[in-house]
């Protein structure tokens, strides 16, 4: 049975920083592309950062430069260290995993998902 555990989430002042870990287990995250989005209340769900199992990299514009998405295979955990956070960052993150290695933006791409950590950025 796969599981992705998100954790690192919680309440940070406007330009703190967060590291998320998503731990993975029933699966190999070497063998995936992965990805975090995130879901602020009433709105939908959106992409954040992907990691292709090739080892590229992906942003939106909203967190580029701010946050940044890295992988330990040896711990089959994923990363998100985010910095610079800005009230509109304040969301549940998910982490996904997909077997795919396209379409990494969209949430209908991923198989697997996270339950959620949320981050809350206070101005």
């Known amino acids: 049975q796969v599981q992705l555990v998100e954790s690192g989430g919680g309440l940070v002042q406007a330009g703190g920083s967060l590291r998320l870990s998503c731990a993975a287990s029933?699966?190999?995250?070497?063998?995936?592309?992965a990805g975090w989005f995130r879901q602020a209340p009433g709105k939908e769900r959106e992409f954040v950062a992907d990691s292709w199992s090739g080892g590229n990299t992906h942003y939106a514009d909203s967190v580029k430069g701010r946050f940044t998405i890295s992988r330990d295979n040896s711990k089959n955990t994923m990363y998100l260290q985010m910095n610079s956070l800005k009230p509109e960052d304040t969301a549940v993150y998910y982490c996904a995993a997909s077997s795919n290695a396209y379409g990494l933006e969209v949430t209908s791409t991923y198989k697997y998902w996270g339950q959620g950590t949320q981050v809350t950025v206070s101005s």
């Open positions: 029933g699966l190999t995250f070497r063998s995936y592309s």
